[in-house]
């Protein structure tokens, strides 16, 4: 990102929106321009909530109009480049290729039908609309992803085409362009596979699901709430933005966009309190790039993992519900820590509203995120559930007078929900191109079985070698796509080895987030960092020792799947869970180097990490040597705190 010496001073607006996960800022647009592209916003909005209701129709139909809408919008809102924003010539070359958008939808509408008896045999024009499908997604993928999406994307598609040309184990039979455009378009294993599938069923519900929880007050409420239950406490506002980020996260599955919505409340009060700037950027990094592994809603790549799993995606949120827990339990140990090193108080309690007005006042704004908790947990359809707390938001709004929203305000959310949509569509369309090429050539098996091969059948080797390159590759792509190309290249070797599917898939997408706050390319917390008037790469160093818990919790539930729940929560769950609190404390004491006292000898300080680590691997030996070294040093350290405090005393 080159920010490393960049503070926020230099940092304006313009490149805070940069930090989103949109690679591109949208063009303004007045009159009846502006207009027509919300009014087409919300139509789209308004049909997929109708398709949700009363059933979609041919599924390559759903999901071309789906991906034309999110084209015609995106080529009409995004210019080229930023600097071509205001540009005519850019702007008539845009309508064109939105134009060109709405008659490659047409052809699906009219050829879907006879897609699947073509496949294998595409005539010439599913060739043609094969090729200028590719090229209108990898260009719309370029301008609101960002261009290493579209880099690596392309350099499959090379692979598909020239791959044969490759050393052996990466060799295939060859693919000829004709064979592979086509195919990219009239098959449900390429553009319109599981991925745009899974954004047009489900992810633009959510999207607007956030919208209406944000702007009917839930998102505010979940805020106010947890100033009030943790404020006072000792590094309060740090403990508030670690909470409502959570929450927060959990609904909008977008680090960066938590990062810019709490982080302007939570880093200000924190450099209030005393917290230095990068530990305060840092903490609002950490806790919003654990809202997409936290239940209910996670990120995107949750509900794509529940489609290549088959299984309901109530089972994904179950299993990710434990592990989610205990990051954010490390997160608030890691801040009392920092509070207690530098004798750092909470918000004094006058100056905080009661736990009891609070939940007075706005009770009520809670009941659509518990409907859809509610409505999920017990086997509804993501979709269905979806809609129904969106009907919920309007109905608690409607009887909140206080607050209640207009039809422009209504209609606005229908909107912005839609267009926050096109980044996600066009990055699941990019999925499925790059989906296709590897199914196209077999890429996933053969590479599975060079990294089973490197690792020399050893599960940790194999493990590691997962753990970098999920991290280098979140660092170049989504969440999303970084999971789904590691779910295919990648899962399957780790399942092969023994690890059960479910902690596999949950192994691969931990491994992509964390990127958001692992330098260099850490978005999370360079978006904290530019709040914080920090450092950017100071920030994501800071942020990243905050996660460390990110990088060991992958590593425990493959080794213990019962923390995934893989069989439910019964009596051995117990001692699991416990050993798993006091292990990711240890490895907290560790790397803070406090505890009741700094602990200022790193040989102890390693004897507590590895202590702590041991507690990863199940087995009563390994249980009882980090049980140990944990209780012994935590007796010592508090001794010496009282002898200490019976000397100061004398």
């Given at each position: 990102m080159g920010r490393d010496e960049k503070n926020v001073e230099s940092i304006n607006e313009e490149e805070l929106e940069s930090l989103s996960e949109d690679g591109g800022k949208r063009r303004p647009l007045t009159g009846g321009v502006a207009l027509f592209v919300s009014a087409l916003a919300v139509i789209?909005?308004?049909?997929?909530?109708?398709?949700?209701?009363?059933?979609?129709?041919?599924?390559?139909?759903?999901?071309?109009?789906?991906l034309t809408f999110a084209l015609a919008l995106g080529f009409i809102l995004f210019p080229p480049a930023k600097k071509l924003a205001s540009n005519k010539v850019a702007y008539a070359i845009d309508i064109v290729l939105a134009l060109t958008s709405v008659s490659l939808g047409i052809y699906v509408l009219n050829s879907a039908s006879s897609f699947a008896d073509r496949i294998g045999i595409p005539n010439q024009a599913d060739f043609i609309f094969g090729a200028i499908a590719v090229v209108l997604i990898l260009e719309l993928t370029r301008r609101v992803v960002g261009k290493s999406?579209?880099?690596?994307?392309?350099?499959?598609?090379?692979y598909a085409l020239f791959g044969k040309h490759l050393p052996s184990f990466l060799a295939h039979p060859g693919v000829d362009v004709k064979m592979l455009t086509s195919t990219l378009l009239i098959s449900l294993e390429g553009i319109f596979g599981v991925a745009l599938g899974v954004s047009a069923n489900l992810l633009l519900i959510f999207i607007v699901v956030a919208q209406f929880l944000v702007g009917t007050g839930t998102g505010q409420f979940i805020m106010d709430l947890s100033s009030s239950l943790i404020g006072w406490a000792r590094g309060g506002p740090a403990k508030i933005a670690i909470i409502s980020s959570g929450l927060f996260g959990s609904i909008s599955g977008s680090a960066v966009a938590n990062v810019l919505s709490t982080g302007a409340v939570t880093i200000p009060m924190m450099k209030k309190l005393g917290y230095k700037p990068h530990f305060a950027g840092a903490v609002e990094a950490a806790a919003s790039t654990g809202?997409?592994?936290m239940p209910p809603v996670m990120g995107a790549a949750a509900f794509v993992m529940?489609?290549?799993?088959?299984?309901?995606?109530?089972?994904?949120?179950?299993?990710?519900?434990?592990p989610a827990i205990l990051y954010y339990i490390a997160l608030l140990i890691m801040v009392d820590l920092e509070a207690a090193k530098t004798r750092l108080t909470g918000i004094p309690k006058e100056n905080l509203v009661p736990v009891k007005k609070t939940l007075k006042e706005g009770w009520f704004y809670i009941i659509p995120l518990v409907i859809l908790i509610y409505l999920i947990m017990t086997g509804s359809?993501?979709?269905?559930?979806?809609?129904?707390?969106?009907?919920?938001?309007?109905?608690?709004?409607?009887?909140?007078?206080?607050?209640?929203?207009?039809i422009k305000q209504y209609l606005d959310l229908l909107k912005e929900g839609s267009l926050g949509c096109i980044l996600i569509a066009m990055a699941c369309a990019t999925a499925g191109i790059i989906m296709g090429c590897v199914n196209l050539t077999g890429l996933g098996p053969n590479f599975s079985g060079v990294l089973v091969s490197l690792a020399s059948g050893n599960q940790?080797?194999?493990?590691?070698?997962?753990?970098?390159?999920?991290?280098?590759?979140?660092?170049?792509l989504p969440t999303l796509i970084c999971y789904m190309i590691l779910a295919v290249l990648i899962a399957p070797a780790l399942v092969s080895m023994g690890v059960e599917p479910m902690a596999a898939h949950l192994f691969v997408l931990y491994f992509g987030v964390v990127s958001f706050v692992t330098p260099p390319v850490a978005l999370a917390a360079y978006a904290g960092a530019a709040i914080a008037n920090s450092n950017a790469m100071k920030t994501g160093w800071a942020a990243a020792k905050i996660a460390t818990s990110m990088f060991v919790l992958p590593f425990m539930f493959v080794y213990n799947p019962e923390l995934i729940l893989i069989n439910g929560i019964g009596l051995g769950t117990l001692p699991i869970i416990v050993t798993s609190v006091i292990g990711i404390t240890a490895i907290c004491m560790a790397i803070q180097g406090y505890i009741f006292t700094p602990i200022k000898n790193w040989l102890i300080r390693l004897i507590l990490f590895v202590g702590g680590l041991s507690l990863i691997y199940p087995g009563i030996y390994t249980d009882l040597f980090g049980i140990t070294c944990f209780v012994l040093i935590v007796i010592t350290n508090y001794r010496f705190k009282k002898r200490v405090q019976v000397a100061l005393s004398e």
């Open positions: 789209w909005t308004l049909y997929t909530i109708y398709s949700t209701i009363f059933g979609v129709l041919n599924v390559l139909v759903y999901r071309g109009i789906h999406m579209t880099i690596v994307a392309t350099v499959f598609l090379v809202g997409q592994i529940a489609e290549v799993l088959g299984v309901p995606y109530a089972k994904v949120c179950v299993s990710a519900a434990l359809s993501p979709q269905r559930a979806g809609v129904i707390t969106i009907a919920a938001s309007i109905i608690i709004n409607l009887l909140n007078w206080k607050n209640r929203l207009s940790l080797a194999l493990l590691l070698l997962t753990m970098v390159s999920s991290i280098i590759l979140g660092m170049a």
